[in-house]
């Protein structure tokens, strides 16, 4: 067994989570772990806001309010962000009457238009759970444990795994999803690339569900069992879109044999090292998962043998509006066999030769063996 692969540095998600992290921990620190005292801060800072308008306005303009109210769309809940918002509004308007300064049309209509969207957005995210700082860890950090479900454990020497997920227009959330385990002390690895129904943010909760059920089955289930599982979990989910289609991949790592198992997936491309061939697995797979009860999944088997490449993949690497479907693959297994096959990069790569636009959600796993 090779030794354990050393950590990769941050993701841009791990380097958020501890910013938030650090940023609860100094409002503790300060006192200002509650929403009260955060409540009492920012309206203190709007009366501070107010006396720099009236004694100091060529440094402190009325748009210094718009800074506090975005800080407090951050950290407060409803209830603090509509004392907030009252505090400032009837400082504003104090000012004007008492004739301590004046403000322009403009002024009143963007403090109006301000006032209105964070509020809503406040209302929004409360409606959804995540109130203030907090709640932005909750998310970034649940969104992390579940995209730990998609690592690949350690392998033997020669065997690598490589993945690549771009979300449609570089969203946070994406559809298509990975899970893996390894049995039998590590010699029978199993893999499964999911694309849950819809894109982006509005496959992004589903996807996340759906990913943190799959990763508590596969390789706690004989491999056979594992998509008929997954099918009827989505049968008992109450979701609009409540299907997705899947490929479940098992390998057995001291010999190279494999089986392959479709759900409604398009069909993976064997690479063959020794002909040079891009071999399109292309048999008769089972319907998608979450809508027949009781569905089969007939099995591919195959072996891969040193310097061959299996690749699994979803649509949106492959589809395009009103274009062949065949013809993407095709481009596929071009690209394939111009970067894997010659060694000159990697599942990244694949996909930036093919070009596929950002309209949907797009996955790439390669399996190689050196």
């Not at 570089?170 to 390894?182: K, L, M, Q």
């Not at 990913?211 to 099918?231: C, E, K, R, T």
């Not at 395009?320 to 990244?348: M, S």
Request: some cysteine.
């Amino acid at each position: 067994m090779t030794p354990p692969v050393p950590a990769p540095p941050p993701s841009r998600r791990r380097r958020a989570t501890s910013a938030l992290e650090q940023l609860r921990a100094l409002l503790h620190r300060w006192g200002l772990g509650s929403q009260q005292a955060l409540t009492t801060l920012l309206v203190g800072l709007t009366v501070l806001a107010s006396a720099g308008i009236v004694y100091a306005r060529p440094w402190v303009p009325p748009s210094t309010f718009i800074l506090i109210e975005l800080l407090g769309a951050f950290l407060l809940r409803l209830r603090g962000m509509l004392v907030l918002c009252v505090a400032i509004v009837a400082q504003v308007l104090g000012i004007a009457f008492a004739g301590l300064g004046e403000f322009t049309p403009g002024t009143y209509l963007l403090q109006g238009i301000a006032i209105a969207a964070l509020l809503a957005f406040t209302a929004h995210r409360e409606r959804l759970g995540l109130q203030g700082a907090p709640g932005d860890l909750m998310i970034v950090d649940l969104r992390d444990r579940l995209a730990a479900h998609g690592q690949v454990p350690a392998l033997p020497h020669g065997w690598h795994v490589e993945t690549a997920i771009r979300s449609a227009h570089r969203e946070a959330f994406s559809g298509d999803f990975v899970v893996s385990a390894a049995r039998e002390h590590g010699e029978l690895l199993e893999i499964a690339l999911v694309d849950v129904s819809g894109k982006g943010q509005d496959a992004g909760v589903r996807s996340l569900q759906l990913s943190g059920a799959l990763a508590g089955l596969i390789g706690q289930l004989p491999s056979a069992d594992f998509l008929p599982a997954a099918n009827a979990y989505l049968l008992g989910q109450d979701w609009d879109e409540g299907f997705a289609t899947a490929v479940h991949l098992t390998v057995r790592l001291a010999t190279g044999e494999y089986t392959v198992a479709s759900a409604g997936h398009l069909p993976p491309v064997h690479l063959h090292a020794g002909s040079g061939v891009v071999e399109l697995l292309s048999g008769s797979g089972g319907p998608v998962l979450g809508v027949v009860p009781g569905a089969r999944f007939p099995v591919l088997r195959g072996t891969i043998d040193p310097g061959d490449c299996l690749l699994l993949y979803t649509d949106g690497l492959v589809e395009t509006p009103g274009g062949d479907l065949d013809l993407g693959i095709d481009r596929l297994r071009g690209a394939a066999e111009d970067v894997l096959a010659t060694r000159r990069g990697n599942a990244e790569d694949v996909i930036a030769k093919i070009g596929a636009g950002e309209g949907d959600d797009r996955a790439l796993l390669v399996v190689r063996r050196g």
